[in-house]
């Protein structure tokens, strides 16, 4: 059934802490005060699979095409790699202020890749977007260059731009909204793909085939399946959160009729949940909390992303924050002295990270970590019971982050409902939080329903290699319609 086995230490973080208080290890004297605070960050079952049927109710709204929150975004991938995959691919992957080119060459389950790092300069992020794109092509240009790409045969490109699209090709894609900064003018509502190209055109030096547009989610579940063909979901859980998964056609209503350039209807199509928006539209108001509220309403975006604020790498430090800073006005922690956890910010999710280590490796609950931190962002006169309270409340908003990702996955496998189904999963949030991949792990079991067996596997590179394998199983799919057509065409 499942994947990751990290942590086999783990159980209820508050039993573990009422146990420290009869060894007499440290004084938890507010514990069950805390407790009682903090009950409405702790999800039931219940109300997981609430959230799943709400989601699904969601997803199908948008697969309709009615105004839904989660948007269900046809990708115009319609296969996994199958392992015939060969040859020559260039990808571009452009989603901050690096961007990457990579030469990948496949042979079987074999790959080779190069790549380079370029910047982006904010001048050419603030600029036009004419001199975007022509700083993007004079950076493949060189790169093409050192790698002796420049004469080499067309080579087909996979390009990731994991900014907000709408696609209705799979060479296709206008940009809704530039994020992470970005403002380059013109560039808003254009056919992002039409502008590399005609960037490169300008040169008249570089010739390439961009024959795949993508977002990140969709290179990393193609990024696995290279390995797993059975991987039929891709989530990512880092600075935000997205899903994406294979959908059977005849259930995307919005597409009814879709034949792709080849005159064929495809069984099935990856579909881009941008699941980060579930909840928008009040869905998730049964179980949002006054934290939640709080953070929300001092983000960029108020009232958007609800289900990503709850999740992401973002949010989960500034989540745990609110609550310190509330019990610590409450009189529960730190003395009732609330400024140092006060300022905005001031507790990033690596916090939440370091601070769930010190209580799942410390046997001896020191909390030396949890201690640090704490004492390096002001805080003063700091008890061990502080610092076992503080644990106690990482540990609930990274548990119920993992819980809430736990459901969105959940569902999607009982609506694919394949007997075995590879997730493939990535994100800061899932490499390095000590013990969010074993409480997702857990938890997904326990949502399934019939006898799915299924396993997360960690990918590798999905924006960079991802990219490639998008622009590797286009170009064989093109080749066997193209000659299916032309059999087709001799009888």
């Not at 600029?127 to 493949?140: K, P, S, V």
């Not at 507790?347 to 004492?375: A, C």
Request: charged share 25%; hydrophobic share 40%.
């Amino acid at each position: 059934m499942s994947a990751s086995g990290k942590c086999s230490k783990m159980r209820p973080r508050f039993e573990m802490l009422k146990s420290m208080s009869y060894q007499n290890s440290i004084d938890v004297t507010n514990n069950e005060m805390i407790q009682e605070a903090c009950e409405r960050l702790v999800l039931s079952d219940q109300q997981l699979r609430r959230i799943m049927v709400l989601m699904e109710k969601s997803m199908e709204q948008g697969l309709s095409g009615k105004k839904a929150a989660v948007k269900m975004l046809p990708t115009y991938v319609d296969a996994v790699p199958n392992g015939t995959e060969k040859g020559d691919f260039l990808a571009l992957d452009l989603g901050g202020t690096n961007f990457r080119v990579l030469h990948i060459k496949l042979e079987g389950k074999e790959t080779k890749m190069t790549g380079k790092i370029f910047r982006v300069p904010e001048s050419i992020m603030r600029g036009t977007g004419e001199a975007l794109f022509d700083h993007i092509a004079d950076c493949m240009a060189k790169f093409m260059e050192e790698n002796n790409l420049k004469d080499a045969t067309k080579l087909p490109l996979g390009f990731t731009f994991s900014f907000p699209c709408e696609q209705d090709g799979l060479t296709r894609g206008k940009l809704v909204t530039w994020t992470k900064g970005f403002k380059a003018s013109g560039v808003e509502g254009a056919d992002v793909v039409t502008l590399l190209r005609d960037a490169c055109h300008r040169r008249k030096d570089i010739d390439i085939d961009v024959v795949a547009l993508l977002n990140d989610t969709v290179g990393t579940l193609m990024a696995c399946a290279f390995q797993e063909n059975t991987c039929q979901i891709g989530v990512i859980v880092g600075t935000g959160t997205n899903a994406c998964y294979m959908e059977r056609l005849d259930r995307i209503p919005k597409l009814a009729g879709y034949v792709d350039e080849h005159n064929v209807t495809p069984e099935e199509m990856i579909i881009n949940t941008e699941w980060g928006a579930f909840g928008d539209d009040g869905a998730l108001s049964f179980l949002r909390t006054k934290w939640d509220d709080a953070v929300d309403r001092e983000s960029i975006n108020p009232g958007q992303h609800l289900y990503e604020k709850m999740i992401s790498g973002m949010y989960m430090g500034e989540c745990a924050r609110v609550v310190l800073e509330d019990l610590a006005k409450q009189g529960l922690l730190f003395g009732g002295h609330s400024d140092a956890i006060s300022t905005p910010h001031c507790f990033p999710t690596k916090f939440v990270s370091e601070i769930d280590s010190d209580l799942l490796e410390d046997d001896d609950r020191t909390f030396q970590k949890t201690y640090q931190i704490l004492e390096d962002i002001g805080v003063e006169m700091i008890t061990a019971n502080d610092c076992a309270n503080v644990a106690y409340v990482c540990s609930l908003i990274s548990t119920r982050a993992a819980h809430l990702t736990a459901a969105g996955i959940a569902m999607l496998l009982n609506r694919i409902n394949k007997k075995h189904v590879t997730v493939g999963v990535d994100g800061s949030v899932y490499r390095f939080h000590p013990t969010y991949p074993t409480l997702l792990d857990a938890k997904i079991a326990e949502l399934i329903v019939g006898d799915i067996e299924y396993k997360l596997m960690l990918s590798e590179d999905g924006s960079g290699r991802g990219a490639a394998l998008v622009a590797a199983v286009a170009t064989r799919l093109k080749e066997e319609k193209l000659a299916a057509a032309a059999t087709a065409s001799e009888r």
